[in-house]
């Protein structure tokens, strides 16, 4: 949490915690328990915990939409606790890259559709 509090900009590990929790169950809305939980598996274990959390998988699948789009939907997470900006997809996903076993998050990410890949995929200029 203080690699992203600190990549994000936030204050406290508190706003970070919400960010990240924003951006996982804005990508697991869009992605089957299947490749979820492949998903998961390459996870640290806290991040596992919080990916899982609150988790109703009877609900649907979604499509994956713009990057602005996803990025809105995450910014409107627990607004309340929202101090999500405007790039914290890109580097959520960057200091998950950074802080997971590398091998091992490639390979879960192989075995997801492409659009569950570029979800991930950190952009240039992020």
Known sequence: MIAVRDALGHATTHQAYYSVLAVLFVFRRRVSVHHA????D????????MFVSEWDTRGPVLAFASRAELTR?????RREHSFTPDDAIDVVARTLREHTDPVRFDLALNGLPPDAREFWGVRSGS
């Open 37 to 40: 939980i492949r998903f998961a």
């Open 73 to 77: 939907e995450a910014q409107a997470f």
């Open 42 to 49: 390459a996870l640290p274990a806290v991040l596992r915990a």
